[in-house]
């Protein structure tokens, strides 16, 4: 229960400042609210009215024309209130849970990819959506169904009580209080099995996302079964779970309707003594009938609810504890735009780790000049595509600095420092969308022939041209309508049109064949001309003509210098030269 206090007071400031925005538009709907139960609470009376008169025929000289039309139009502005409610709010509604949603939107791209890495999408975006959908209840059918039975409530048990007995509005209190109170004991108990039930479905739509996403690994390694079976020992979880759920609910509904039939069957029993004792008409045993039912059904829309209302504020929590989630890394203050003037970048004794314990790199220094190329070649795992994560500060180092033109990139804002960088990744992801866009995001401003001349640029274009629908081919999710080879042309095309005074290609070119690959290692050096880039490799031949070549092996430099120096040197850049050397004519 505590849990829930800190999201219950941080839903209660967003509904008050939702409040005083729309002032005007939530005091027509409380208004339309009031107006709405004043009608409902007077349509039985009008009730009692047309059958006493009725039923004394000997006293009726004209039929009540005016009573039975009034009592139709009580019905219908009861009916016409309402929906004047929800009209009026549903603006107020629909401006909260767009906003909380891109608050979450824009908090998830703001979180570091450690977050990510330990997230699987499948199971964030079922606890997103429920999250939205229990705000939008909340404020919605949560405030106008829970405000209004209370308002009828009170208004029935003020005509009870100044027309008619004690007893009556003593039963219809101890009813109110006696359901409201078991209600709030067995809904506490469910949400046990609620929190149990929306976990076990995060799970599930995690498997199913993680699984499909890697489709073509489990056919590869025929595991289809295998992961029918896990996704299925999932979904049993979930069937006892929600089983146990429906249980509790079970429980919870039959109580509640037990509690309203004896309410109604002591009323009513009073009700038909009083009218055989010719303390009451006829026409009161029906204006009290009809006042029972009118609490009864609240009653039930008031359980409905609190139930919905507990369980939207536990979905809740899981969206709210993702707003909570804090930043990889927060800058305390807003910091200065990076000023690139020459582009030169240095690494300053850079040591770092994923974890504290699993050192990725030690001790690493080297500089990029302004206008210069530098490489870094090594083994698998020896922290080459990290230097490129560090420089693009998706990471701090855990020791050291790394300077831009001066300037400790942890003194700058992200934004400006990767508004400078162009980088062409080694595994390249597409939006699905069309090839324009992915080629455009690098400038989202860029015209069509700008996106066209970078496309030529990157040596893509006529792939493009003879595609049925151009340059507005869907690539598909993440790209998967292309091969590894036409995905980087793209990732390069972008990096061509955002035009940045700092590049960094990390194994740009190694999904291509090696006749693309000369093609367009021609490209990216003249892209690379006049600008500081940083060159990530495996394949040595993709580096020669680079300025200075650093050697990693094990998270440190072992050697550095330029191609010549290093074969003269015959040390491990040599003999990987070597072997390079011998394996070209097998590829």
């Known amino acids: 229960m505590a849990a829930t206090d ?180 067995f809904t506490a108990r469910r949400a046990i099995h609620q929190r149990r ?71 009513m029993l009073l009700a038909g003594a009083d009218v055989l004792g010719r303390r009451l008409t006829v026409g009161d045993l029906i204006l009290i009938n009809a006042f029972m039912l009118q609490i009864c059904l609240p009653l039930n829309s008031l359980g409905f609810v609190y139930r919905e209302a507990r369980d939207a504020l536990i979905n809740i929590e899981k969206m709210r504890a993702l707003l909570q989630e804090p930043p990889e890394f927060e800058d305390s203050s807003p910091l200065p735009a990076l000023q690139v003037r020459a582009g030169q970048i240095e690494f300053r004794h850079v040591s770092f780790g994923y974890e504290p314990e699993r050192p990725v790199l030690q001790d690493v220094s080297f500089s990029i000049p302004a206008g210069a190329t530098v490489a870094v070649v090594g083994g698998s795992g020896s922290g080459k595509s990290t230097l490129a994560r560090l420089l693009l500060r998706f990471h701090d180092p855990l020791a050291g600095a790394i300077l831009i033109d001066g300037q400790d990139i942890r003194r700058v804002s992200a934004y400006s420092l990767r508004q400078q960088i162009g980088l062409v990744p080694q595994d390249t992801s597409l939006f699905n969308d069309s090839i324009a866009y992915n080629i455009g995001y690098g400038r989202p401003d860029a015209s069509r022939e700008q996106i066209i001349a970078a496309a030529q640029a990157a040596h893509v274009h006529a792939l493009i041209a003879s595609l049925p629908e151009g340059y507005d081919t869907e690539v598909g999710e993440r790209g998967a309508k292309l091969s590894g080879g036409e995905r980087q042309r793209i990732a390069i095309a972008r990096a061509i049109l955002k035009d940045p005074p700092i590049l960094i290609f990390d194994e740009a070119t190694s999904a291509l064949d090696s006749q693309s690959e000369r093609a367009i290692q021609t490209e990216l050096e003249r892209l690379a001309r006049n600008r500081s880039t940083l060159v990530i490799a495996h394949r040595l031949s993709t580096v020669v003509q680079a300025h200075h070549i650093i050697v990693l092996e094990h998270g440190r430099i072992t050697e550095q210098g330029n191609h010549l120096q290093l074969i003269e040197r015959n040390g491990a850049y040599a003999a990987l030269w070597r072997l390079q050397l011998q394996a070209s004519p097998v590829s």
């Open 197 to 267: 039930v929306n976990r076990l479905d995060s799970d599930a739509k995690g498997r199913l996302a993680d699984s499909l996403i890697n489709a073509d690994v489990v056919r590869t390694f025929t595991n289809e079964a295998l992961e029918v079976r896990r996704f299925d020992g999932i979904m049993q979880d979930w069937g006892r779970a929600a089983y146990d759920n429906q249980w509790a609910l079970f429980r919870l509904h039959v109580g509640q309707s037990a509690l309203i039939a004896i309410g109604v069957a002591s009323v």
């Open 6 to 185: 800190p999201v219950r007071r941080a839903l209660q400031r967003e509904i008050w400042q939702l409040v005083s925005r729309f002032r005007l538009r939530v005091g027509l709907a409380m208004l339309f609210l009031v107006a709405a139960r004043l009608a409902n609470v007077s349509v039985p009376l009008a009730l009692k009215h047309i059958v006493d008169t009725l039923s004394r025929p000997e006293q009726l000289a004209l039929l009540p024309v005016v009573v039975l039309t009034g009592y139709a139009l009580l019905r219908f502005t009861s009916t016409l209130f309402n929906e004047w409610r929800d009209l009026v709010f549903s603006r107020v509604t629909q401006v909260a849970v767009a906003g909380f949603a891109r608050r979450i939107f824009s908090h998830l791209h703001a979180l570091g990819p450690r977050f990510h890495a330990r997230r699987r999408i499948g199971g964030l975006l079922p606890e997103i959506d429920r999250g939205t959908a229990g705000l939008a209840f909340l404020l919605g059918i949560g405030l106008f169904t829970l405000l209004p039975t209370l308002v009828e409530i009170a208004l029935v048990l003020a005509v009870m009580f100044t027309r008619y007995s004690l007893w009556y509005t003593l039963i219809i209190a101890s009813t109110f209080f006696a359901y409201t109170s078991f209600t709030l004991a």
